[in-house]
């Protein structure tokens, strides 16, 4: 309930430079719902959480992001959800059919980003 309320404040303080999708069409700055875990499936095949550079580095690769040098520390699931979703993100963004819902359901329930439709 704290996002609500932190969407909600934004979205007070910059009606004309934020936007929610998909209940608002995209302008400036735009909130969208991700799910990480589908970015690493996509990526890997797998679902598990990302520990270490190799394999952060493939799904990386996946997204034709560069990886990151490894040093041999382990690496906090959070940040590589946040590298790998960063990386999918650019890797779709682009794409104009991700920005058109295709139901009337979608505009009334939400729809996360990155997810096919069907």
């Avoid at 960063?86 to 295709?102: E, Y």
Wanted: with cysteine; net charge positive.
């Amino acid at each position: 309930m704290t996002g609500i309320r932190v969407l909600h404040s934004l979205r007070e303080r910059h009606p004309k430079r934020f936007a929610i999708w998909p209940f608002e069409k995209p302008r400036g700055s735009v909130a969208v719902e991700i799910y990480p875990t589908l970015f690493r499936k996509k990526a890997l095949g797998a679902i598990a959480k990302i520990t270490d550079c190799a394999t952060l580095n493939r799904a990386l690769a996946h997204y034709d992001t560069l990886g990151m040098p490894d040093d041999g520390s382990i690496l906090s699931d959070h940040d590589t959800d946040a590298l790998v979703s960063a990386a999918a993100l650019r890797a779709i963004a682009d794409d104009p059919v991700r920005w058109m819902p295709s139901s009337s359901r979608v505009l009334r329930e939400g729809w996360i980003f990155g997810v096919d439709a069907a």
